[in-house]
């Protein structure tokens, strides 16, 4: 059976001071590419959801071009009984054959005004479309555009910065390993809460290292025996003497 070390509080302490430094790295490589990758990944989002908007706006279009054509062919068809109709009434032997031709007559030239009508409407339509269609494809040649300059961007910073990243991770999570699991517990929980990622800090110049609240010197001298974790009282974080913070070095 492997025998389990116990480790003490200074030790404990400057395995979670270490693995901060480490850490710490990391957060600046992450302040290097910045909001670039959100930036991106929006981006993307805006172009892909223009995309299904000019689909949709292409179908529109298209349907109501079928839509014209339907009725061009109906007017067709109303000329042509038009032509029939009109041939049939230089043949009309009475008055009520003739009123029955001329009613169809009319009936057909309002049907024929009647497509008409929807013809222009559905062109107006077209138009408007068309138009915002030309909008869709102009803001998404827009967007591509940006899109590009900030995948460049990006890509830059991160061949720049991938080799020493991999290294510092692989560091990093040895580093994690050594940490006293329910202080590391503790430290994630913490390093989560802030933007800058710091969840053990140094007392610097009597005040807590992180929010700089003063500590009273009863308690930076407690923190200086090592007994026992302390935090700040104000903001959480696992406070250490600046000694011991000082005499954690990365190799
Ligand atoms: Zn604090």
Avoid: W
């Amino acid at each position: 059976m492997a025998t389990v070390k116990e480790y003490s509080v200074e030790e404990k302490l400057s395995s979670l001071v270490n693995l901060q430094k480490i850490d710490s790295k990391l957060d600046q490589i992450a302040v290097l590419k910045g909001e670039l990758p959100m930036e991106v990944a929006d981006l993307e989002d805006e172009i892909q959801g223009l995309h299904a908007r000019q689909m949709r706006i292409e179908e529109e279009i298209n349907g109501i071009t079928e839509f014209i054509d339907q009725k061009k062919e109906a007017i067709k068809e109303a000329q042509s009984l038009l032509k029939k109709y009109e041939k049939d009434s230089e043949n009309v032997k009475n008055n009520r054959e003739f009123e029955a031709i001329n009613k169809e007559i009319e009936m057909q030239q309002l049907e024929v005004k009647l497509c008409e009508k929807h013809i222009k409407d559905a062109t107006d339509e077209i138009g408007e479309k068309a138009e915002a269609l030309e909008k869709a494809k102009k803001a998404i040649a827009a967007k591509e555009g940006v899109l590009n300059t900030k995948k460049e961007e990006l890509e830059k910073i991160i061949s720049s910065t991938e080799k020493e990243e991999k290294q510092i991770s692989k560091i990093a999570s040895e580093a994690r390993e050594n940490v006293d699991e329910r202080l590391l517990t503790s430290y994630e929980k913490i390093r989560k809460n802030y933007r800058n990622g710091l969840a053990v800090v140094p007392v610097e110049r009597d005040a807590c290292g992180g929010c700089f609240y003063s500590i009273p010197p009863q308690k930076q001298s407690e923190i200086k025996q090592h007994k026992k974790v302390m935090v700040c009282e104000n903001c959480g974080r696992i406070l250490v003497d600046s000694d011991l913070h000082e005499s954690v070095k990365l190799k």
